[in-house]
């Protein structure tokens, strides 16, 4: 019986992309670099603002890595929420989720600050115990050490425990851990990217989570 589940956050609870792709312009813009799309950025989301920030470069000007990374998380940190939204259906799983009783997680790449900003935000208090994003000197996915972490803080087996996440990433992380991994096809990822990666159950709504479940 499935007692938690571990959710990833950008592309799985929430859509982050607009903003995301807006503070690395801005920040991009203001080291004289060429900005990115949407769509180039949505591939380039998921292994921590630093490899965002290496990928969104032009060649040969990875020396700008660090300046951008300290530029784009300043702009983005105040302006995390402006068009970052729940993805259709997300509230009420997670409240049918909360009122069976289930322990809820926050893992991601993302940096600490706006994560829990995001959360406390779209989601309130007390609902994802912990939120677990990038500081300096934690692993980051897809190490498995994380989500250990949180498996045995909540005194439970990795049989116990579902991870859901929209990305490759995810995946690796999830099978590292020794969990099982639910892919969302609504996220950053196509299908053919989870596919690859080893996903053996493919969601296509946030519903289908209870559905399993069932």
Same mark, same amino acid.
């Given at each position: 019986?499935?007692? /938690?589940?571990?959710?990833?956050?950008? /592309?799985?609870?929430? $859509?982050?992309?607009g903003?995301?792709?807006?503070?690395m $312009?801005?920040?991009?813009h203001?080291?004289?670099? +060429?900005? %990115?799309?949407?769509?180039?950025?949505?591939?380039?989301?998921?292994?921590?603002?630093?490899?965002?920030?290496?990928?969104?470069?032009?060649? /040969?000007?990875n020396?700008?890595?660090?300046?951008?990374?300290?530029?784009?998380?300043? %702009?983005?940190q105040?302006?995390?929420? $402006?068009?970052?939204?729940?993805?259709?259906?997300?509230?009420?799983?997670? &409240?049918?989720?909360?009122r069976?009783?289930?322990r809820?997680?926050?893992?991601?790449?993302?940096?600490q600050? +706006?994560?829990?900003?995001?959360?406390?935000?779209i989601? &309130?208090?007390?609902?994802?115990?912990?939120?677990?994003?990038?500081?300096?000197? %934690?692993?980051?996915? +897809?190490d +498995?050490?994380?989500? @250990?972490?949180?498996?045995? &803080?909540?005194?439970?087996?990795?049989e116990?425990? @579902?991870?859901?996440?929209?990305?490759?990433?995810?995946?690796?992380?999830?099978?590292?851990?020794?969990?099982?991994?639910?892919?969302?096809?609504?996220g950053?990822?196509?299908r053919?990217?989870?596919?690859?990666?080893?996903?053996?159950?493919?969601?296509?709504?946030?519903?289908?989570?209870?559905?399993?479940?069932?």
């Open positions: 019986m499935i007692k /938690g589940l571990i959710f990833d956050l950008d /592309g799985t609870l929430v $859509n982050t992309l903003d995301l792709t807006d503070a $312009n801005f920040a991009l203001e080291l004289g670099c +060429p900005a %990115r799309s949407a769509n180039e950025c949505r591939q380039m989301i998921g292994g921590g603002l630093r490899n965002f920030a290496h990928k969104a470069l032009p060649a /040969g000007r020396d700008l890595c660090e300046e951008l990374v300290e530029r784009m998380l300043g %702009r983005y105040g302006h995390c929420m $402006n068009k970052t939204t729940a993805y259709d259906g997300i509230h009420e799983v997670v &409240g049918e989720l909360l069976r009783g289930l809820l997680a926050v893992l991601t790449n993302k940096n600050t +706006p994560s829990e900003l995001i959360i406390k935000h989601f &309130g208090d007390g609902v994802f115990e912990p939120v677990v994003g990038e500081i300096k000197g %934690r692993k980051i996915k +897809p +498995p050490a994380t989500t @250990l972490d949180i498996i045995a &803080g909540w005194g439970l087996t990795r116990e425990v @579902l991870y859901v996440g929209d990305s490759d990433i995810d995946i690796h992380t999830a099978h590292a851990a020794g969990v099982r991994c639910v892919g969302c096809e609504w950053f990822r196509s053919q990217q989870l596919i690859e990666a080893g996903a053996e159950i493919l969601i296509q709504t946030p519903q289908q989570i209870l559905d399993l479940l069932d």
